[in-house]
């Protein structure tokens, strides 16, 4: 079992609408979780970080936590085509270390 | 601005050569990792060091090593190159400030394939 799961998609969202990325995590003892975005041929970069069970916003992202449930989760809110791209969704351990999942592919139509 | 830099984005290899996969950083960040991205996977963390000649395993790093003698760079060894090798290779680096943010600031990728 991976440690970090996510639907691969795609996931098809029409412009303006809310794409709901799901992340769940098989380690009960992980507290620091975040989402990165990565556009084709490009790098992950960070987005959101999270910590706190509830909900984390920034501009169109919110990032939601329940540790009991063991998953997070990203709302994008009024979609662009620029957001088309691979979610992907990380969780650190003590040392720091990310393990990724592999990433839920969203495609934002006009 | 931040910056890490791969020194090949593109790499043809032939089974059984050796391959050097070299990251350079300039923001003086003490802590570098190098992944694997693989369609499906994910990135999977091969080694990672948090300080000069310094170094960890990760979760895959079987047929490969790595060597930090300087604090900017970070490079990634595959003594003897496979076809299962055939990936992109991410170089990352963090400062200990950074660490709890999970902030990783990735370089271009380098795209290794073994023939």
């Known amino acids: 079992q991976k440690e970090v799961e996510q639907n691969s998609g795609p996931l098809s969202v029409p412009e303006g609408a809310i794409a709901s990325l799901n992340c769940t995590y098989s380690?009960?003892?992980?507290?620091?979780f975040f989402w990165y975005r990565q556009y084709s041929g490009k790098s992950p970069e960070l987005i959101m970080f999270?910590?706190?069970?509830g909900d984390k916003e920034d501009g169109r992202f919110t990032a939601q936590l329940n540790k009991a449930s063991q998953y997070v989760s990203l709302l994008i809110r009024d979609s662009q085509p620029s957001d088309s791209a691979t979610y992907l969704c990380a969780h650190s351990d003590s040392w720091g270390k990310l393990q990724f999942g592999a990433g839920t592919q969203v495609v934002v139509t006009p | 601005d931040v910056k890490v830099t791969q020194s090949s984005r593109y790499l043809v290899k032939r089974t059984g050569e050796k391959v050097f996969l070299e990251c350079v950083q300039d923001?003086?960040?003490?802590?570098m990792f190098w992944y694997r991205q693989d369609p499906g996977l994910g990135l999977r963390l091969i080694y990672f060091s948090y300080d000069v000649k310094m170094k960890e395993k990760g979760d895959i790093p079987e047929g490969y090593s790595v060597s930090r003698e300087k604090k900017e760079r970070f490079s990634l060894i595959l003594e003897s190159a496979s076809t299962n090798q055939t990936s992109m290779y991410l170089c990352?680096?963090?400062?200990?400030?950074?660490?709890?943010?999970?902030?990783?600031?990735f370089g271009e990728g380098s795209r290794l394939t073994v023939l």
């Open positions: 999270i910590y706190s069970n």
């Open positions: 380690d009960r003892g992980s507290q620091s």
């Open positions: 923001m003086d960040h003490e802590n």
């Open positions: 990352a680096s963090s400062s200990l400030d950074t660490l709890n943010t999970g902030e990783l600031f």
